[in-house]
């Protein structure tokens, strides 16, 4: 079952559109990462669906009911979405202790005050703050904030949970915690959840599936492994990985692809995809490189031991650039490769990849052909 539709959603705030034809489902109990830069409109996205942002046009669904259809009279108001939402400040009243900070919807639903005390308790210990509930929180730690933030978002069985930038406060090994115990908590009660975030290990670790966005267009929604693997454009080819992607612009040439001196093998049943393109671009991950005696020539300016791995970065060898990691000038390659002794900084090498391994972007759509 569909529990969240958005369709051709629009925001424009005077002459600047935010959001532009979004749209997306998500099924029950689907966790999606909205991944972006920032001022790509994924917090944009997560405010109009919670309904604190007016869309210009579009439809917004949740459950069986749509919220939002561009008619203002049918509009469904913030409040009655029964949308639960996490913030990146956490928003948590400081003069309430943690169990009148996660009661507050209760309250104002009017629920018994027997019901309220079984959930709220329910509910801090799943989150492990069953012993925290007399606690104001500025006795508790950032994790246990957040915690208590999501506590408050899921006490009232929302169908739908908006995590925005949750995590963004903490320092990076409560980061790491607190997601664990966001993903098990999520794992366990199989609700619905948005999770807005720039931080793509985040993304991917989290989300079922990954809505990449950028200028307000969703440019690709996938699972985590299909996004690395296949990149529907050069902006998700470069965005997802880290390092990234190499992107390499090459000469069309008989047989392939030429990067500096050495002619990458692409078929004519990919190059017949951009019939009047003379140049393309090719991507290839760091790892996917190998050290061999012939393949892509690498003048090496860096070089990052890492035990058993090494990073090799330079420029490629008939480029016509001299590799030069200090003014930025020449176009930098990674290579991860495996080796306890590694090239040394000025040698000249050669990186062997298979072809199965090298992505194929037009350069007049961006899109990837192969």
């Known amino acids: 079952m569909i529990e969240l539709s958005v369709e051709n959603l629009h925001l424009t705030y005077g002459d600047n559109p935010v959001l532009k034809g979004v749209s997306m489902e998500l099924k029950r109990g689907e966790v999606v990462s909205l991944l972006g830069p920032s001022g790509s409109g994924k917090t944009t996205l997560l405010r109009a669906v919670a309904g604190l942002e007016k869309p210009t046009s579009g439809i917004i669904t ?3 009911t749509r919220v ?11 409040e009655a979405r029964n ?42 210990e799943q989150l492990g703050l069953g012993h925290l ?11 246990q904030q957040q915690r208590v933030a999501i506590g408050r978002a899921l006490v009232y069985n929302p169908p739908v949970i908006l995590l925005d930038e949750p995590l963004s406060n903490l320092d990076a090994k409560l980061r790491v915690q607190t997601r664990t115990q966001i993903a098990a908590l999520q794992q366990r009660l199989g609700v619905t959840t948005v999770y807005v975030t720039h931080d793509q290990v985040e993304a991917m670790t989290m989300g079922d599936r990954v809505a990449v966005m950028k200028d307000g267009v969703l440019q690709q929604v996938d699972s985590p492994l299909a996004l690395y693997d296949t990149p529907k454009n050069l902006f998700v080819a470069g965005f997802i990985g880290s390092p990234a992607m190499n992107l390499m612009e090459g000469d069309v040439v008989d047989g392939g692809v030429k990067l500096g001196d050495y002619i990458i093998p692409v078929s004519r049943d990919v190059l017949v995809k951009a019939p009047n393109e003379t140049k393309l671009t090719l991507g290839i991950r760091p790892e996917s490189f190998t050290l061999a005696n012939e393949g892509i ?13 090494a990073y090799l970065y330079g420029s490629l060898v008939g480029s016509g650039e001299q590799a030069s990691i200090e003014n930025g000038e020449a176009h930098q390659v990674v290579a991860r490769i495996s080796s306890r002794r590694p090239p040394q900084r000025g040698e000249q090498v050669r990186l062997g990849v298979n072809p199965a391994a090298v992505h194929v972007f037009s350069q007049e759509t961006t899109e990837r052909i192969s």
């Open 297 to 309: 020539g690498l003048d090496v300016a860096v070089v990052e031991e890492l035990g058993a791995d």
């Open 68 to 78: 939002y259809d561009g008619n203002p009279r049918s509009e469904i108001p913030a």
């Open 133 to 143: 509930g007399n606690r104001h929180p500025h006795q508790l730690s950032g994790g």
């Open 62 to 64: 949740i459950g069986k």
């Open 83 to 124: 949308l639960g939402l996490v913030f990146q400040s956490y928003a948590l009243w400081p003069h309430k202790t943690v169990f009148e900070n996660v009661a507050y919807p209760l309250k104002l639903r009017k629920v018994a005050a027997a019901e309220i005390k079984q959930r709220v308790q329910t509910v801090l």
